[in-house]
């Protein structure tokens, strides 16, 4: 019996020169990811950015009044404060405005016009909030009437604005400063009673 001949089924296949540009793309591209994270922390390392800002520094009911007919008057002046603790950049505030409400109605809407805060610096807004003669409902009458005779009235703030800054060569940072907080009174001498009202994180 003759011996049977063997053959091969298997091939030597050269490796796609594709598949390796595809691999080397791959791996300088992951090298520069990692680079770049490296870069990007030492550099936040050095400049130690920190975040802009808005409070409430201070506030005063100037003058509250609620006839039988359950007409409101009210001015009320409140300091709102932007600051910026970064030593190496200026920051932008823009589109800044806040309600200000008493018992679910708005009573006042502060605003301003964009502005700059510069390095390591604070800018003041002093709104002097008078408002217009308000019609209230009875049960909102009657919830004013009661927080003067307790010698405390609430205003609930909200609003925001925008911020813009940049941090060093690590590019721009933009986002909202946003309140939501109550400022409460004495409405006998209109003496405000100091609480945290702040966009900063606790």
């Given at each position: 019996?003759?011996?049977k001949?063997?053959?091969?089924?298997?091939r030597?296949?050269?490796?796609?020169?594709?598949v390796?540009?595809?691999?080397i793309?791959?791996?300088?591209l992951?090298?520069?990811?990692?680079?770049?994270?490296i870069?990007?922390?030492?550099?936040?390392?050095?400049?130690?950015p920190?975040?802009?800002?808005?409070?409430?520094m201070?506030?005063?009911?100037d003058?509250?009044?609620?006839?039988?007919?359950?007409?409101?008057e009210?001015?009320?002046?409140?300091?709102?404060?932007?600051?910026?603790?970064?030593?190496?950049a200026?920051?932008?505030?823009?589109?800044?405005s806040?309600?200000?409400?008493?018992?679910?109605?708005?009573?006042?809407?502060?605003?301003?016009?964009?502005?700059?805060?510069?390095?390591?610096?604070s800018?003041?807004?002093?709104?002097?909030?008078?408002?217009s003669p308000?019609?209230?409902?009875p049960?909102?009458?009657?919830?004013?009437?009661?927080?003067l005779?307790?010698?405390l009235?609430?205003?609930?703030?909200?609003g925001?604005?925008?911020?813009?800054w940049?941090?060093?060569s690590?590019?721009?940072?933009r986002?909202?400063?946003?309140?939501?907080?109550q400022?409460?009174?004495?409405p006998l001498?209109?003496t405000?009673?100091?609480?945290?009202?702040s966009?900063?994180?606790?």
């Amino acid at each position: 019996m003759s011996p049977k001949s063997k053959f091969s089924t298997s091939r030597e296949r050269a490796t796609n020169p594709l598949v390796w540009c595809g691999a080397i793309i791959c791996t300088i591209l992951t090298i520069a990811v990692i680079i770049g994270g490296i870069v990007t922390f030492i550099g936040y390392l050095v400049i130690h950015p920190r975040v802009p800002y808005v409070s409430v520094m201070d506030a005063h009911l100037d003058h509250i009044q609620i006839d039988y007919e359950g007409i409101l008057e009210i001015q009320v002046t409140i300091l709102i404060r932007a600051q910026n603790g970064n030593e190496k950049a200026h920051a932008s505030f823009s589109d800044s405005s806040y309600s200000l409400s008493l018992n679910r109605e708005v009573v006042a809407q502060l605003v301003a016009p964009p502005f700059e805060v510069g390095k390591n610096s604070s800018v003041d807004f002093n709104y002097v909030v008078p408002s217009s003669p308000i019609p209230l409902r009875p049960d909102q009458a009657e919830d004013v009437d009661a927080g003067l005779k307790k010698d405390l009235i609430i205003f609930d703030l909200k609003g925001s604005s925008r911020v813009r800054w940049r941090i060093g060569s690590l590019g721009s940072v933009r986002y909202f400063c946003r309140l939501d907080c109550q400022l409460r009174f004495h409405p006998l001498n209109g003496t405000y009673i100091p609480s945290r009202c702040s966009s900063k994180a606790k």
